[in-house]
């Protein structure tokens, strides 16, 4: 299984509203990314896990939320959320550290948010 | 960070060579060179990286530069399927995670 799986596909949202985004992969890579991804643009990371602790945060605002729970499993907390945060949020894991590893997307949770 | 730098787009026609090239100067020794590919509609797809030596697979080559400041993404027989927004990008070696990717290159391929 070579699969990085996030759920939903698609999430509409109003700003008041709390939602988390999933991803999940058993390929026992111990690193797991958030990316964010604006219409034409490229993906812009967000946070990394590694060993299920957080590694990198890239100064996200705190109505972003990512949890770790299990070294499977990636979650997105969504709350209080802006209209400009629309975007395709993908997520990505790999193996571990070491840079000549290669990273496995997920097909990404379009967001909306009105 | 070490960035790179990739031609905005590039146009090829369906069964010929397409040679997609990416710019690294401030590169270190010891980063490897990583290449991305995203269809549209879908997350990126890993399609080949490398450190010094040319590399090869099923999918492209990777010629990478003597200097390693600049390397090119080969793909020998361009398909319609090839049409995709493919991404150069540089892998730190140590406890560093971080995998940013650059601007990337829309490669339009002609029927």
């Known amino acids: 299984d070579t699969e990085v799986t996030q759920t939903p596909k698609h999430l509409v949202m109003g700003m008041t509203n709390k939602k988390s985004l999933k991803c999940e992969q058993h390929?026992?890579?111990?690193?797991m990314y958030w990316y964010k991804q604006k219409a034409k643009k490229p993906p812009e990371l967000m946070f990394v896990?590694?060993?299920?602790?957080?590694?990198i945060n890239e100064s996200v605002p705190s109505r972003f939320s990512p949890e770790c729970p299990n070294s499977s499993l990636l979650n997105l907390h969504l709350h209080a959320l802006q209209p400009e945060d629309s975007a395709l949020y993908l997520c990505a894991s790999r193996e571990g550290g070491l840079p000549n590893e290669k990273l496995f997307f997920g097909s990404g949770t379009q967001l909306s948010v009105l | 960070d070490a960035k790179t730098t990739q031609p905005n787009s590039m146009e090829s026609n369906e069964e010929e060579p397409v040679h997609l090239p990416c710019n690294h100067s401030t590169i270190s020794g010891t980063d490897y060179i990583h290449w991305y590919r995203q269809l549209p509609s879908q997350g990126p797809e890993y399609v080949i990286h490398g450190l010094t030596s040319n590399v090869n697979n099923r999918m492209a080559s990777l010629a990478i530069a003597e200097d390693r400041k600049s390397s090119t993404l080969i793909l020998h027989r361009a398909t319609l399927r090839d049409a995709a927004v493919y991404y150069c990008?540089?892998?730190?070696?140590?406890?560093?995670?971080?995998?940013?990717f650059g601007k990337g290159t829309l490669l339009t391929v002609n029927p």
């Open positions: 896990y590694s060993y299920e602790k957080l590694s």
């Open positions: 390929m026992g890579h111990r690193a």
């Open positions: 990008i540089l892998s730190p070696r140590g406890s560093n995670y971080k995998l940013t």
